[in-house]
């Protein structure tokens, strides 16, 4: 049987492409593009409107802790697998939340346009908070979705999809956003932007209830709620080194998270334009991590996935040092070009490889509960100290060393996926979603 970690067959370039074209892999893509801009919305966007805005840099950092609703959103994950929707319901478990969750973000989105910050800076964040609500618990029913949807040998084609997806989402909502408030304001801009929560609710509709989704007994009394929320995590470290995969989980990203959460605060400061913000920051990066994400299809598909995540991991390292490099320089457009391109590259990379190991550490009957614990784990460290003191280790240290430091903070990570790759704990991490086959995912699983 194919798995998802099973990397001995070494297929053509062309054999490489043609997955991309399938049913499900295509469904990724516009799951993706609906995932990636609330985080626009809340991130880049909102940082670069606070800054034009005249807010200060400390309080714009701050505001990154609006990203923290994301790594709580295992807290009301095992709601999306148990609890059925009544009258929508009768789409399907998964279908059923993503109309529900997809009209959750637009009404989300709509009401952060039409708040002023440089009026109330308080109702600005809790407008943001209420965005991250939205845009996790769409993540949750998202990333659900795609991975029962993808069979174990489409994980790492389907990761591609749904990243290059979530950057057509991301960065088009960014650029999409940028023009428009120059032209018409804010509030123009965001309400434009919430009809991107269409194409997954779209596509829940045309392709329907997935195959692999394993229902478990609904939950009525409290005990069965209370085993509903245990039962992830119980499963998860049932798993041999269950404490070690969780810690790599926790640091593989501290640095990458560091940097991209401040780079629109750097562009600020080097002077660079709107309009050029939108050509690099958008335009060179959309495509270099377009780029990232077809190499690193191709790499987790000939390399196997031990290797091409520890490539990434390496790539991602060494791209911070970029954003050092255009600290050091100064306006240059030919240097923004350079650490964008090369950055989303890496970025475009990891998404595919790194992603995939995530989606296949799942279990089929807590998809939903388990890919949000470890997707909410791989940023919240990173998250944490960016909200926190990533505004003041820029004014102490200056931009360079700043990023010099992250990638420092990136180099843990490495060695500790080495260590277990030598271990064997790669392979023993992996749970069903990463093994099971579309046609053995119809069972009925009684709790």
């Keep these: 049987m194919a798995t998802a970690q099973n990397g001995s067959a070494r297929p053509s370039l062309i054999q490489s492409v043609k997955p991309y ?97 440089k009026a109330s800076l308080m109702q600005t964040a809790y407008a943001a908070v209420l965005v991250g609500i939205a845009g996790a618990t769409f993540d949750i029913v998202i990333d659900a979705y795609r991975i029962e949807l993808l069979s174990p040998e489409q994980l790492g084609v389907g990761s591609g999809m749904s990243q290059y997806g979530w950057r057509i989402g991301s960065a088009g909502a960014g650029a999409v956003a940028l023009v428009i408030a120059a032209r018409y304001g804010w509030g123009p801009a965001y309400i434009s932007c919430a009809a991107l929560a269409l194409p997954a609710m779209l596509a829940g509709l045309f392709a329907g209830e997935p195959e692999r989704h394993r229902e478990a007994t609904r939950r009525k009394g409290l005990s069965e709620v209370g085993a509903a929320i245990a039962g992830p995590l119980v499963e998860f470290f049932e798993r041999r080194g269950a404490v070690v995969i969780l810690l790599f989980i926790l640091v593989h990203k501290i640095g990458d998270t560091l940097a991209n959460l401040t780079l629109r605060l750097l562009f600020d400061s080097l002077g660079f334009s709107n309009d050029e913000i939108a050509l690099y920051d958008v335009g060179v990066g959309f495509w270099a991590y377009l780029i990232g994400i077809f190499v690193g299809g191709v790499i987790y598909a000939r390399m196997g996935m031990k290797r091409s995540v520890l490539l990434s991991l390496w790539l991602m390292a060494v791209s911070n040092l970029s954003f050092a490099l255009l600290a050091a320089a100064g306006h240059s457009n030919a240097g923004m070009a350079g650490a964008i391109g090369f950055e989303n590259f890496a970025s475009g990379v990891g998404g595919v490889t790194v992603v995939a190991y995530f989606s296949a550490l799942t279990d089929l009957r807590f998809t939903a509960a388990q890919y949000a614990m470890i997707s909410a784990a791989a940023s919240v460290v990173g998250r944490f100290l960016t909200g926190t003191s990533a505004g003041a280790l820029v004014d102490a240290f200056g931009y360079v060393n700043f990023y010099l430091l992250t990638t420092v903070a990136a180099l843990p990570g490495i060695l500790l996926f080495w260590l277990m790759i030598r271990s064997g704990l790669i392979d023993a991490s992996i749970g069903t979603a990463g093994t099971i086959e579309p046609a053995k995912g119809l069972a009925k699983i009684e709790e």
């Design 21 to 117: 074209l399938e049913k499900a892999p295509l469904a990724a893509l516009f799951l993706g593009i609906s995932s990636g801009f609330p985080y626009a919305m809340i991130g880049a966007t909102l940082t670069t409107r606070l800054a034009q805005d005249g807010i200060d840099k400390k309080a714009v950092t701050a505001f990154s802790l609006a990203f923290l609703v994301y790594n709580l959103k295992w807290l009301w994950a095992w709601v999306v697998d148990g609890v059925e929707l009544p009258i929508i319901g009768r789409l399907g478990q998964r279908v059923s939340w993503l109309i529900v969750a997809g009209l959750f973000v637009i009404a989300a989105v709509v009401n952060l346009g039409l708040v002023d910050p």
